[in-house]
């Protein structure tokens, strides 16, 4: 259980990590003047879905780090954990979908899909074994 928790803990630095890099999305696609290029709907959509984004990372990393073994312990902070899987695994396969795929980015998405699997296939062992 112990090494479960020290994964989930290392998601939620993850997922800070994740928050910090879309703040910095403004300064690093120059989303001044690419986003002006666009409708002013599209425009603000895009920049809804990053603050939407900021805010679930936080908000998930705050969760990860002050109550990982609530989530392992808890059906719905199972299902909660399911979520990331979920999420990470899709992020992981749009990847190599769309054009500019980092295998470093790549590798950083296997990490943080196993921070989160490996602690799920963990407590599932328990929960049969007792």
């Known amino acids: 259980m112990k090494t479960s928790i020290i994964l989930l803990r ?3 630095v993850f997922n800070i990590l994740f928050g910090a890099l879309h703040i910095a999305f403004w300064n690093m ?3 001044s003047d690419q986003l002006a290029m666009l409708s002013v709907e ?3 959509i895009m920049q ?8 679930f990372f936080f908000y998930t990393a705050y969760v990860l780090l002050r109550m990982p073994a609530r989530l392992l312990t808890n059906p719905i902070g ?24 980092s295998m470093i980015f ?13 602690p799920l296939m963990q407590t599932k062992k328990l929960s049969h074994a007792g």
């Open 10 to 12: 290392i998601g939620g």
């Open 29 to 31: 696609f120059d989303w």
């Open 42 to 44: 599209n425009s603000n």
């Open 48 to 55: 809804m879905l990053n603050l939407v984004l900021i805010i």
């Open 78 to 101: 199972r299902i909660f954990i399911g979520l990331f899987i979920v999420l990470y695994t899709s992020r992981l396969a749009m990847e190599f979908y769309f054009p500019g795929s």
């Open 106 to 118: 790549a590798l950083i998405m296997l990490v943080t899909i196993s921070s989160f699997a490996l």
